[in-house]
């Protein structure tokens, strides 16, 4: 279903949507209560919910949407405005899944390639992701084809492995390095609420997101989970008691000046299709800590960004925790550590932040 209070929008949304050939698009609506009415006669499995609109708007639509059918995945069309930014962070909060960055005219959308890619992919993959759910509340098992199964999304053949902890003695980490995608936002609100009091590593984030967006969500995360995080900046040093999220558009890694650790933010090409993405942020911690001293976490997210840095961490003698599949939005990144064998632990997202916590602060 497509919510926007434009007809011509709606229509624009539509033709990028129905042109791949595994999505239809069942109805389009001009506002929040038409929506919740519509969604209580038709089946849906993605809503793209516009923010702003007459009658009810986004933001009060999302848990009456969800009331109505829970296993409904909803995406926020959002502009890049700090307004727009904030507004969809509280729609994360109140349940969304997800959100897209919605150009500012028709023009834009229609010729919006990347926009219409962006948009395609995230509907497949939590479409698929509320089939799961769906067929999971009813005790079904719902099949779905190839086509609409991305590659991110691929179950297991046969039991998931974890690797055991680095041997030796217990090691102190000395940083703390998270990377997460679709529905990471609410992922992390949960998590870093566990991490404000007996955690004092600093603590490094790469979370998808576009510029404008990662300055709201390192508000949101000091004012929700009461730990000092902000948007990198380059060249400053890494120290305790610090939450720092990578920018929207740039890579963030850690490097080494005079001995001391320091943000180093680039632009460089985007690696597994994400800028900011979460593999060279874990190549650079691995290079600037040693790999014993790093405890990382995968969350939820589509793709498998992260596999291969987290490998290289695993093989260093670094920790790796990756969230389970039945709490994840889109078990497509923790999914592929997860399959890979390389995570001491694959939890419920409610159990990984006193997991951290337990880690971070047990004897050196």
Avoid at 72 to 96: E, N, P, Q, W, Y
Avoid at 132 to 158: C, D, H, Q, W
Avoid at 198 to 225: D, K, N, S
Wanted: glycine share 10%; with cysteine.
């Amino acid at each position: 279903m497509v919510v926007d209070d434009s007809a011509v929008i709606r229509g624009l949304l539509t033709r990028a949507l129905e042109g791949d050939k595994d999505i239809r698009v069942v109805t389009s609506v001009g506002d929040g209560q038409m929506a919740v009415n519509s969604l209580q006669r038709n089946s849906i499995d993605v809503i793209v919910l516009d923010i702003e609109m007459p009658v009810m708007d986004g933001l009060t639509a999302i848990p009456k949407l969800l009331a109505v059918a829970p296993q409904v995945k909803i995406i926020m069309a959002s502009t890049l405005t700090l307004r727009g930014a904030d507004v969809s962070m509280r729609c994360l909060s109140a349940g969304a899944a997800d959100y897209i960055p919605k150009p500012t005219s028709t023009r834009e959308i229609g010729g919006a390639e990347d926009f219409k890619r962006e948009l395609v992919s995230k509907v497949k993959a939590l479409g698929a992701a509320a089939r799961r759910a769906g067929s999971r509340s009813r005790g079904e098992i719902r099949p779905l084809s190839p086509a609409v199964t991305p590659m991110s999304l691929k179950r297991e053949v046969g039991p998931i492995s974890t690797r055991p902890a680095p041997m030796g003695l217990p090691v102190k980490p000395d940083v703390i390095a998270i990377g997460s995608s679709t529905g990471g936002p609410q992922a992390l609100f949960e998590v870093l609420s566990h991490l404000k009091t007996g955690v004092t590593q600093p603590i490094l984030i790469t979370q998808h997101m576009p510029a404008t967006f990662t300055t709201i969500l390192a508000e949101h995360i000091t004012r929700q989970c009461g730990i000092n995080a902000q948007e990198a900046k380059d060249g400053e040093p890494v120290v305790p008691n610090r939450c720092y999220i990578a920018p929207g558009d740039f890579h963030m890694l850690v490097t080494q000046r005079a001995g001391v650790n320091v943000i180093a933010l680039t632009k460089d090409p985007p690696e597994n299709f994400c800028r900011p993405a979460v593999d060279p942020m874990m190549r650079s911690i691995l290079k600037a800590y040693g790999g014993r001293k790093i405890l990382a976490c995968i969350l939820t997210g589509m793709g498998q960004d992260g596999l291969k840095g987290c490998t290289e961490v695993v093989n260093g003698g670094g920790t790796l925790i990756g969230q389970d599949e039945a709490s994840s939005v889109v078990w497509g990144m923790p999914g592929a550590v997860a399959q890979a064998g390389i995570c001491s632990a694959i939890l419920p997202l409610k159990e990984i932040g006193p997991h951290i916590r337990k880690l971070a602060s047990r004897a050196a």
